[in-house]
């Protein structure tokens, strides 16, 4: 039987814990259920990607100085997690041998029998620059254009970015996006109605699959934040939590520009690292997407920040709505209730795996 290539578009080039294991979770399920299939993440770098992960990052803009002192500040900080990123890119991450940019990609046409864009926001306006290459517009043969749990942020296209999102969408073999609203928004601007809806690629993999990957604990007795930005009304939530019940807090930041007597602040590490700071904490607050999928696979005792009127954060709130999780969104309105049913949330990811192996298997055995 010939082997079927197939090359995955993501953002594994960011520094981002998300991204670069979602990447990992999609590569490692189709390698295990797909023994025909030799797949690769294309090894492809968005100039937009590249310039916000620079270590410094230098504008004659005068309204972007702030952001630049501060990326010479944290330096040091963004070197070490840059290091530690491409280590665990490296060992984890089967990179196609040919490193590709927007004026070579389209050879990457005689490599792969299907392309697959996804997971993360690669749809999204704003996080990549609205690069056509993650829409797959350099695949000639349309059979071969997929997606997987594509996703965006806010399920908004501004309006001078409408037909151009939908003329890049239309013509995909198959489209699958992680939320219904995403779905929804890309049906009604391409007029299909065949959008399918599939979990992120990090449930894909069980707890004893990712128990391979994380790092040996770091610390004991511990509430770990891990946050997108910086909120300090999350910080006091967590730090009524962490007083009562005795914990030390743990403050995963990439960004080391305050400081608190109260908190260990804890910076630069690799995707290895964060996923034993999440598999070992106590308790763990957070406003990621990936920070609250980790905590769910894990079964921890975590809670999200969601706004101040704890209605933000869609995304999360779509994951809690597809696994009937309640009382985890911290706001004065609810109580901190620390009983899940983890057998009926591992049920609900069983089944969306399962879901999620029908449609790979659509695009792949086909």
Request: proline content about 2%; charged content about 30%; some cysteine.
């Amino acid at each position: 039987m010939n082997m079927k290539r197939v090359g995955v578009m993501t953002f594994h080039q960011a520094l981002n814990y998300g991204a670069v294991l979602q990447a990992y979770g999609l590569q490692r399920f189709i390698e295990e259920q797909f023994e025909e299939c030799q797949v690769e993440i294309i090894d492809y770098r968005c100039e937009k990607l590249t310039a916000d992960y620079r270590p410094i990052k230098l504008s004659l803009n005068p309204h972007r100085w702030k952001r630049c002192l501060a990326s010479i500040r944290n330096y040091q900080i963004t070197k070490k997690m840059q290091d530690n990123f491409d280590e665990f890119n490296s060992k984890w991450l089967a990179l196609s041998e040919k490193r590709y940019n927007k004026n070579n990609i389209k050879d990457s046409n005689t490599k792969y029998d299907l392309f697959i864009t996804g997971s993360d926001q690669v749809w999204d306006p704003r996080c990549a620059g609205f690069d056509e290459n993650y829409f797959l517009t350099f695949v000639r043969d349309q059979q071969k254009k997929t997606s997987y749990a594509a996703s965006m942020d806010k399920m908004v296209i501004p309006d001078n970015m409408v037909e151009a999102f939908k003329n890049r969408l239309i013509n995909f073999y198959s489209l699958s996006c992680r939320e219904q609203a995403g779905a929804q928004l890309v049906e009604k601007l391409t007029g299909r109605l065949d959008v399918t809806v599939n979990i992120d690629p990090t449930f894909l993999l069980s707890k004893g699959e990712w128990e391979k990957v994380a790092a040996a604990p770091m610390f004991e007795n511990y509430l770990l934040i891990y946050p997108v930005g910086k909120s300090m009304e999350m910080v006091q939530y967590a730090k009524r939590i962490a007083k009562d019940r005795k914990l030390k807090i743990v403050y995963l930041d990439a960004d080391k520009g305050w400081k608190d007597p109260d908190i260990t602040f804890i910076s630069g590490v690799g995707p290895e690292e964060y996923l034993g700071l999440i598999r070992h904490a106590d308790c763990i607050v957070t406003n990621a997407f990936h920070g609250t999928a980790f905590s769910i696979i894990y079964h921890k005792d975590f809670y999200v920040y969601c706004g101040s009127n704890g209605k933000g954060n869609e995304r999360v709130q779509n994951l809690f709505k597809s696994f009937e999780i309640q009382n985890r969104i911290l706001s004065s309105k609810n109580q901190l209730v620390t009983k899940t049913d983890w057998d009926s949330v591992d049920r609900h990811i069983a089944a969306e795996r399962e879901r999620a192996l029908k449609y790979l298997k659509s695009v792949i055995e086909r």
